[in-house]
Protein backbone atom coordinates (compact mmCIF):
# COMPACT_ATOMS: atom_id res chain seq x y z
CA UNK A 1 0.00 0.00 0.00
CA UNK A 2 0.80 3.72 -0.79
CA UNK A 3 0.58 6.46 0.98
CA UNK A 4 1.06 10.22 0.99
CA UNK A 5 1.97 11.72 3.64
CA UNK A 6 2.69 15.78 3.97
CA UNK A 7 5.55 16.78 6.24
CA UNK A 8 6.44 19.72 7.25
CA UNK A 9 10.52 19.66 7.83
CA UNK A 10 12.25 22.82 9.73
CA UNK A 11 15.87 24.45 8.84
CA UNK A 12 17.81 26.45 10.55
CA UNK A 13 18.05 30.12 9.17
CA UNK A 14 21.94 29.89 9.25
CA UNK A 15 23.16 26.72 8.33
CA UNK A 16 20.35 25.58 6.56
CA UNK A 17 20.67 22.13 8.30
CA UNK A 18 17.61 20.30 9.07
CA UNK A 19 16.78 19.93 12.61
CA UNK A 20 13.51 18.34 14.58
CA UNK A 21 13.77 21.99 16.58
CA UNK A 22 14.62 25.44 16.17
CA UNK A 23 15.28 28.30 18.93
CA UNK A 24 13.21 31.59 17.73
CA UNK A 25 15.03 35.19 18.35
CA UNK A 26 11.90 36.42 19.96
CA UNK A 27 12.71 39.62 18.64
CA UNK A 28 13.22 39.07 15.02
CA UNK A 29 11.25 35.40 14.63
CA UNK A 30 15.09 34.00 13.36
CA UNK A 31 15.26 30.40 13.74
CA UNK A 32 18.90 28.68 14.55
CA UNK A 33 19.95 24.73 15.90
CA UNK A 34 21.76 24.42 18.55
CA UNK A 35 25.32 24.74 17.12
CA UNK A 36 24.16 28.06 15.31
CA UNK A 37 22.56 29.45 18.58
CA UNK A 38 25.69 29.02 20.67
CA UNK A 39 27.97 30.91 17.30
CA UNK A 40 24.95 33.50 16.85
CA UNK A 41 22.85 34.31 19.39
CA UNK A 42 22.26 34.63 23.46
CA UNK A 43 20.09 32.18 25.47
CA UNK A 44 18.98 33.67 28.76
CA UNK A 45 17.02 31.33 31.61
CA UNK A 46 13.80 32.18 32.39
CA UNK A 47 14.58 31.93 36.54
CA UNK A 48 17.47 32.32 38.72
CA UNK A 49 17.69 28.97 39.70
CA UNK A 50 15.83 27.34 36.72
CA UNK A 51 16.20 26.46 32.96
CA UNK A 52 13.23 25.01 30.52
CA UNK A 53 10.24 26.14 28.86
CA UNK A 54 10.03 30.07 28.88
CA UNK A 55 14.02 30.27 28.43
CA UNK A 56 14.26 33.31 25.51
CA UNK A 57 16.12 33.71 22.99
CA UNK A 58 18.02 36.41 20.48
CA UNK A 59 20.07 36.77 17.76
CA UNK A 60 23.57 38.48 18.35
CA UNK A 61 22.29 41.60 16.36
CA UNK A 62 18.91 41.67 18.44
CA UNK A 63 20.70 41.15 21.73
CA UNK A 64 23.09 44.02 20.77
CA UNK A 65 20.12 46.37 20.08
CA UNK A 66 17.66 45.26 22.88
CA UNK A 67 21.00 46.04 25.41
CA UNK A 68 21.53 49.52 23.80
CA UNK A 69 17.87 50.61 23.49
CA UNK A 70 17.19 49.24 26.97
CA UNK A 71 13.39 49.59 26.60
CA UNK A 72 12.21 45.90 25.93
CA UNK A 73 10.32 44.72 29.14
CA UNK A 74 10.65 41.29 28.16
CA UNK A 75 14.49 41.83 27.12
CA UNK A 76 15.18 43.16 30.84
CA UNK A 77 13.23 40.80 32.46
CA UNK A 78 15.65 38.14 31.04
CA UNK A 79 18.82 40.60 31.60
CA UNK A 80 17.59 41.03 35.01
CA UNK A 81 17.89 37.82 35.64
CA UNK A 82 21.30 36.91 34.38
CA UNK A 83 22.51 39.76 36.35
CA UNK A 84 21.26 38.17 39.67
CA UNK A 85 22.55 34.83 38.64
CA UNK A 86 26.13 36.37 38.33
CA UNK A 87 25.12 38.24 41.43
CA UNK A 88 24.59 34.76 43.06
CA UNK A 89 27.20 32.82 41.50
CA UNK A 90 30.22 35.83 42.81
CA UNK A 91 28.32 35.70 46.08
CA UNK A 92 28.53 32.15 46.28
CA UNK A 93 32.01 32.26 45.47
CA UNK A 94 32.99 34.44 48.55
CA UNK A 95 30.75 33.02 51.06
CA UNK A 96 32.81 29.77 50.46
CA UNK A 97 36.05 31.52 50.88
CA UNK A 98 34.97 32.98 54.48
CA UNK A 99 33.29 29.91 55.31
CA UNK A 100 36.70 27.66 54.82
CA UNK A 101 38.61 29.77 55.97
CA UNK A 102 36.53 30.13 59.35
CA UNK A 103 36.87 26.44 59.50
CA UNK A 104 40.40 25.97 58.83
CA UNK A 105 41.07 28.74 61.90
CA UNK A 106 38.65 26.53 64.13
CA UNK A 107 40.40 23.22 62.76
CA UNK A 108 43.47 25.12 63.78
CA UNK A 109 42.26 25.60 66.92
CA UNK A 110 41.28 22.41 68.30
CA UNK A 111 44.69 20.78 66.76
Known amino acids: MKKIIKKEITFCDKCDKEYPYLNKCL ?14 GESYDHA ?6 GDGFYCKPCNQE ?22 LETWGNDFKKRQDNAERILKNLIN
Not at 27 to 40: A, L, P, R, S, T
Not at 48 to 53: A, D, I, K, L, P
Not at 68 to 77: E, L, V
Open 48 to 53: VYFRGS
Open 66 to 87: LKSIGKDKRYNAYLTIRLLQDE
Open 27 to 40: NCNVEMCYDCVQKH
